[in-house]
Nanobody, 125 residues
Framework: EVQLVESGGGLVQTGGSLRLSCAAS????????IGWFRQAPGKEREGVSC????????YYADSVKGRFTISSDSSENTVYLQMNSLKPEDTAVYYC??????????????????WGQGTQVTVSS
């Protein structure tokens, strides 16, 4: 059974950092493209970042470029999202998901078959 469990969210002040984890089971995350999404209250879910199989390529939405870093650890079967210089507009529930392939055009919620429970990130001003 494919399962993704997000963790690492919390409350942080503007300018702070958090590292989110996406623990995979039932499949090998390193063989897949994994994306991070977020959904703020009253807004649609949006793609934030993705990493290709074996971490060869990474992509970031303009809103997080230069502040977020996606990485994967094959030994832990986990994908991480390091978030630095956090802003109040980063407040959202963050989700990870398996994508059908790599790239901006494939980092879309409509292409995701399975969602985890997400992890809440709240950035106070």
């Amino acid at each position: 059974e494919v399962q993704l469990v997000e963790s690492g969210g919390g409350l942080v002040q503007t300018g702070g950092s958090l590292r989110l984890s996406c623990a995979a089971s039932g499949f090998t995350a390193a063989d897949s493209t994994i994306g991070w999404f977020r959904q703020a209250p009253g807004k649609e879910r949006e793609g934030v970042s993705c990493i290709s199989s074996y971490g060869v390529y990474t992509y970031y939405a303009d809103s997080v470029k230069g502040r977020f870093t996606i990485s994967s650890d094959s030994s832990e079967n986990t994908v991480y999202l390091q978030m630095n210089s956090l802003k109040p507009e980063d407040t959202a529930v963050y989700y990870c998901a398996v994508l059908p392939g790599f790239g901006e055009l494939l980092l879309r919620p409509s292409l995701v078959d399975y969602w985890g429970q997400g992890t809440q990130v709240t950035v106070s001003s």
